[in-house]
């Protein structure tokens, strides 16, 4: 009766990522008015947890109050402070008796680009890449592209890009690839028989549920790209894209270890990152969630935790949205990024790499207008609003830190499409109101 249900409503693959697309690329700051006020909260562990943050609190106790998720989590911490405010609760399921908390596993989906887009920053800091490099030199098969004359429309009316694709395109999403989850038409079509498919949602077969099967390893996924014409001639417009994904490759061959294994290395590890996956071990799934997907407004469950298509192995490491993470570990990296290549006293990341990254590293020749990005920059894998950065993910999840004031901010649920409901879009919105009322109470002396 449910996947009935699910076809009648003509649930897809392209809709429920997609949509988690959209509402992450709205979720960021937007002018948030955070300044020196705010960071003074940051002084001592115990300030953290002495704020209040009743709109917030309000709105996620409420969703789940009222059924509408298994649960919702929002977490605050300050500057590189180990301290973390968590807001709301739930169940991991509902109807099991599991708690969620700081500690349990969400499938962050396009919270992976951030990742991946600073891994790369890594490399461009040792020398191993060029922010401004062609994606040829690394990837000899992108040499000669061809470009589609029209936008979603034929793959073989095409004519040659005018220009190579470089390592700042595919960071920030200008290099005039496509999506699977964004094209139309014949594109659309020819990524998933390529097996262009860099994410996955259930191992159910739901109808209505594309069951593309995603190609076989990284360098398969990128010479196949490869194949397949751009939808836009590179650094003219920003659209969403693979080119995270692809980039999971090229960190791959520019520094000679496979791309899993490098963020273990390079991130995880010295971040004290150890709850991040992108297959979850059997000896975890006690603490994983269940992702639901909404009709409305009922969460019906499209990929239950203890047989989940997070517990096999990818097809491939999904740059772009294969990661799984807790709150508190995602928080570290928040954490790192704030520090700028610092945690805890030890040295992650370069920091000029981190204010590169962190900053808007749009080309000068790209348009924006009409784009989820408008009047916003973009950095490696995350928007740039002012002085944040950060992203969010398919299945309702978001995280920002801001280097003025120094709040981290994240919001963990997990249901699809993430546009069912607004609290994605809406929760730098809450986060700006509450921040206002702290500041104006500081200010009274409240």
């Known amino acids: ?34 300044g020196r006020a705010a960071l003074a909260h940051n002084h001592g562990g115990a300030a953290a947890h002495s704020m209040a943050w009743p709109g917030v609190t309000k709105e996620v106790t409420g969703y789940v109050a009222e059924g509408k998720v298994a649960n919702m989590l929002a977490t605050f911490g300050w500057g590189t402070s180990d301290a973390l405010q968590i807001v709301g609760g739930g169940k991991l399921t509902i109807g099991q008796p599991a708690m969620a908390d700081a500690d349990s596993l969400y499938r962050i989906y396009s919270m992976t680009k951030p990742v991946t887009g600073m891994a790369t920053m890594m490399l461009i800091d040792d020398g191993k890449l060029g922010l401004d490099q062609p994606l040829a030199d690394i990837l000899p098969a992108y040499a000669d592209m061809m470009v589609q004359k029209t936008y979603d429309g034929s793959i073989t009316d095409v004519v040659p890009a005018e220009r190579p694709i470089t390592i700042r395109q595919l960071l920030t999403h200008t290099a005039g690839l496509g999506y699977g989850i964004i094209q139309k038409g014949p594109i659309k079509d020819e990524y998933e028989r390529l097996g262009l498919v860099p994410g996955q949602v259930s191992r159910i077969p739901i109808p209505g549920l594309g069951r593309s099967k995603p190609v076989e390893g990284l360098a398969n996924f990128a010479d196949r790209l490869a194949e397949v014409p751009l939808v836009l001639q590179p650094g003219t417009k920003w659209s969403y894209s693979v080119s995270l994904d692809l ?47 909404i009709l409305n407004g009922t969460p019906l469950p499209i990929d239950p935790a203890a047989a989940s298509i997070y517990l096999d192995e990818p097809a491939f490491a999904f740059g772009g949205a ?68 950060g992203w969010g993910g398919a299945a309702g999840t978001a995280a920002f830190c801001d280097f003025k004031s120094g709040l981290r901010a994240q919001l963990y649920t997990q249901y699809m499409p993430s546009d069912s409901y607004p609290i994605q879009n809406k929760f730098p919105e809450l986060v700006r109101a509450d921040m206002a009322a702290m500041m104006g109470g500081a ?3 409240e």
């Open 443 to 445: 200010a009274t002396g």
């Open 1 to 34: 009766m449910a996947y009935r249900t699910f076809e009648e409503a003509n649930i897809s693959r392209r809709g429920l990522l997609r949509g988690g697309a959209l509402a992450g690329a709205g979720a960021m700051l937007a002018g948030m008015p955070l």
């Open 247 to 293: 980039l999971g490759r090229v960190i791959e061959v520019a520094s000679g270890t496979d791309f899993p294994t490098f963020l273990q290395d390079n991130i995880f590890t010295p971040a004290g990152m150890t709850s991040t996956y992108f297959t979850v071990p059997s000896s975890e799934v006690g603490r994983f969630t269940t992702n639901y997907g």
């Open 322 to 389: 294969g990661l799984v993470s807790s709150p508190r570990d995602y928080d570290r990296f928040l954490r790192m990024l704030l520090g700028y290549g610092k945690i805890e006293g030890k040295r992650v990341m370069g920091e000029l790499a981190v204010r590169v990254g962190a900053r808007n590293i749009l080309p000068s020749t790209v348009e924006t207008a009409g784009t989820w990005i408008e009047g916003q920059g973009f950095g490696a894998g995350g928007r740039v609003t002012d002085s944040a950065f």
